[in-house]
Each structure stands twice: as C-alpha cells, then as structure tokens.
C-alpha cells in the first residue's frame, strides 16, 4: 500500500524568495513521484515526475524535486517564487503494479507575498 | 498537444436526479480515471479503468457510481440518484500508451462542477 504526507497546508514566501513545499511518501515497492498544480479554478497539471531514473528531477516554470529514498521525501523547490506560482500544489504517488491506485497528497498553498 | 477534455464544465442538479459526466481522454492512452475534490478537501481516487473493465475502486464508488467507455472514445462517469454530498469537482484522467507501462503521469482534464442542490 502507498500513502503520501504533504506536511504543510499552507506556505506563504514572498516574491523572488526560495519555495519549499514538503512531501513525504510511504510505498511497498518502488513508486513513481509527482507534483501536479493546480491554479484556481483550473484542472491540474503536472509539474514534474520521478521514475526511477535520476533523482534530481526538473520540471516545468523552474520547479524541481529531489527523491530521496532514505528519507521517503520528494520535496518541491524553486529557487524564486514568482507571484504566477500561487496555486495548490499536490504531491502524489503511484506504486508499481498494473492496477495501481494513485495517491493525492492532502495539498499544499502556495501562496505569494508582493 | 493532446489532452482530456471534460464536459459540462459545470451541472446543476437536484438530489435525486441522475448525472452523467463525459470524458474524452487522450487517443492512445489506454487506462482512464475518475477522482472527485470536495471544496476545500483533497483530491480523491474514485476509480480507474482498463480494458473495458474497472481495475479498481474505492469505497466511495458505491452502486450509485457506474463508469462505460460506450463508443471506444468518450469515458463516461455516472451517478444514479444523486446526492447533497455528491457536490464536488469531479477529474477525468488517462495515462499510458502501452499495457506495461504503469509508472507514467495521469493527464487530467479540467474537471465538471457538480452541485447537488
């Protein structure tokens, strides 16, 4: 069984500062990571995957995540928030089987200080 | 670039009255979802489907929920009688071009409003 843990409910930085959003990760087998977001009043999107290959992981708008096994995290972080990235953002896990649930994080705010 | 596109955008309806949320998902994926988000409450799995089959469901899939891929391209999510707690955002997805591929990303649509007055 797979759960994820996002540890904040609510982030708030201000522009042009460091973003950090928190994700732990409990899977049985090795699981697939990902971050989507989700602006206001829109679908969400994926922002960045993890599968097994590199760690380090980029993804779109300047984003990346780190996988850390021996922590069971895969935090998000962006060097400088922009005020475009205030949204919610979800941590979720996919294990590895054929049918495998896909777990949401309970989410996170993001939100951005002029 | 392909996506899931979802409609209505947004259904009214009264408790009791059934509902049908259409999905189309992307041409070449072959497993498709349903999660709902309750205002202000996290995004939860409903069910997934393969092969002209549901693979999974939770427990809030109960026998008021059904799901039918009808024409080979539209997904469909039914709920027969409806009720208040029914009110929800309700996400359609899809993901993988091949049988064995199960560690790819969903693709969501933009989801349907459902309020259930």
């Known amino acids: 069984a797979q759960s994820v843990t996002q540890l904040d409910s609510h982030v708030s930085v201000s522009e042009g500062t460091p973003v950090l959003l928190r994700c732990n990760y409990s899977?049985?087998?090795?699981?697939?990571l990902f971050w989507y977001v989700q602006h206001p009043n829109k679908g969400l999107q994926l922002l960045l995957k993890?599968?097994?290959?590199?760690?380090l992981v980029k993804g779109i708008n300047g984003f990346e995540a780190e996988f850390k096994k021996s922590e069971t995290s895969f935090h998000l972080t962006k060097p400088s928030a922009h005020m475009s990235d205030a949204a919610e953002y979800f941590c979720?896990?996919?294990?590895?089987?054929?049918?495998?649930?896909?777990?949401f994080g309970s989410g996170t705010r993001l939100s951005i200080r002029p | 670039e392909p996506e899931v596109t979802q409609t209505p955008s947004h259904q009214v309806t009264q408790m009791g009255q059934e509902v049908i949320l259409r999905c189309v998902p992307i041409?070449?994926?072959?497993?498709f979802y349903w999660y709902r988000q309750i205002l202000g409450q996290k995004v939860e799995f409903l069910v997934s489907?393969?092969?002209?089959?549901?693979?999974?469901k939770s427990e809030i899939f109960d026998d008021q929920f059904s799901v039918e891929r009808p024409d080979g391209s539209n997904f469909t999510l039914k709920i027969r009688s409806t009720k208040l707690e029914d009110s929800a955002m309700y996400f359609c997805?899809?993901?993988?071009?091949?049988?064995?591929?199960?560690?790819?990303?969903?693709?969501f649509g933009e989801g349907s409003r459902l309020t259930v007055l």
């Open positions: 997805a899809s993901s993988g071009p091949s049988g064995g591929a199960h560690t790819g990303e969903l693709f």
């Open positions: 899977s049985s087998y090795s699981p697939s």
């Open positions: 993890y599968t097994s290959a590199a760690t």
């Open positions: 979720v896990v996919r294990g590895y089987s054929s049918a495998s649930k896909i777990i």
């Open positions: 041409s070449n994926h072959l497993y």
């Open positions: 489907f393969y092969n002209n089959e549901i693979s999974e």
